[in-house]
T-cell receptor
Framework: SQQGEEDPQALSIQEGENATMNCSYKTSINNLQWYRQNSGRGLVHLILIRSNEREKHSGRLRVTLDTSKKSSSLLITASRAADTASYFCATDEGSSASKIIFGSGTRLSIRP | DAGITQSPRHKVTETGTPVTLRCHQTENHRYMYWYRQDPGHGLRLIHYSYGVKDTDKGEVSDGYSVSRSKTEDFLLTLESATSSQTSVYFC???????????????FGPGTRLTVT
């Protein structure tokens, strides 16, 4: 089974609003990453947070990590039409930092 | 964009035939991965490689084999294709971020495989 599971599976918001996606995982990790996929394209790396970090920012992105709950959240502030995409969290398997497992993703739609 | 190409980009094949997908990189990254993407399942790891001739199984390795004879190429073979292997296949590469155990991945454009 997959290491990470995103919630919700789909999210539709108005342009300008904030979007929050959550990820839960099962085993201990070294790092957690978030990726974006535009329709029909390969995934693009957004941000990485290490297991000893609690929060990280990159532009309009804010990622939190709670290792005690084995969960992470991705917040996109002031959403734009170009943010419409699928978002995936990815984790390693703790014992194997190079083995990267993805969740099932959240499909985000931004309404104009 | 990272130098990753996949070939072919599209393929239609019949059940029972062998199929080989190729991933080629020009970044000299040590790690290479094969994932499949299906609706409702996100990306699932098939196999990955941590060096030439060094590979390991992922979540859904049954029915697939891989080979890596040189750093730049990672081949995925479906020994006898089945309809359940109809999917989009993505190759990814990574290298550890200096001083960390973090592996940021770069993805190829994908191969759409249909098994009839």
């Amino acid at each position: 089974s997959q290491q990470g599971e995103e919630d919700p599976q789909a999210l539709s918001i108005q342009e300008g609003e904030n979007a929050t996606m959550n990820c839960s995982y099962k085993t201990s990790i070294n790092n957690l990453q978030w990726y974006r996929q535009n329709s029909g394209r390969g995934l693009v790396h957004l941000i990485l947070i290490r297991s000893n970090e609690r929060e990280k920012h990159s532009g309009r992105l804010r990622v939190t990590l709670d290792t005690s709950k084995k969960s992470s959240s991705l917040l996109i502030t002031a959403s734009r039409a170009a943010d419409t995409a699928s978002y995936f969290c990815a984790t390693d398997e703790g014992s194997s930092a190079s083995k990267i497992i993805f969740g099932s993703g959240t499909r985000l739609s931004i309404r104009p | 964009d990272a130098g990753i190409t996949q070939s072919p980009r599209h393929k239609v094949t019949e059940t029972g035939t062998p199929v080989t997908l190729r991933c080629h990189q020009t970044e000299n990254h040590r790690y290479m991965y094969w994932y499949r993407q299906d609706p409702g399942h996100g990306l699932r790891l098939i196999h990955y490689s941590y060096g030439v001739k060094d590979t390991d199984k992922g979540e859904v390795s049954d029915g697939y084999s891989v080979s890596r004879s040189k750093t730049e190429d990672f081949l995925l073979t479906l020994e006898s294709a089945t309809s359940s292997q109809t999917s989009v296949y993505f190759c990814a590469i990574s290298e550890s971020v200096v001083g960390t155990r973090a592996y940021e991945q770069y993805f190829g454009p994908g191969t759409r495989l249909t098994v009839t």
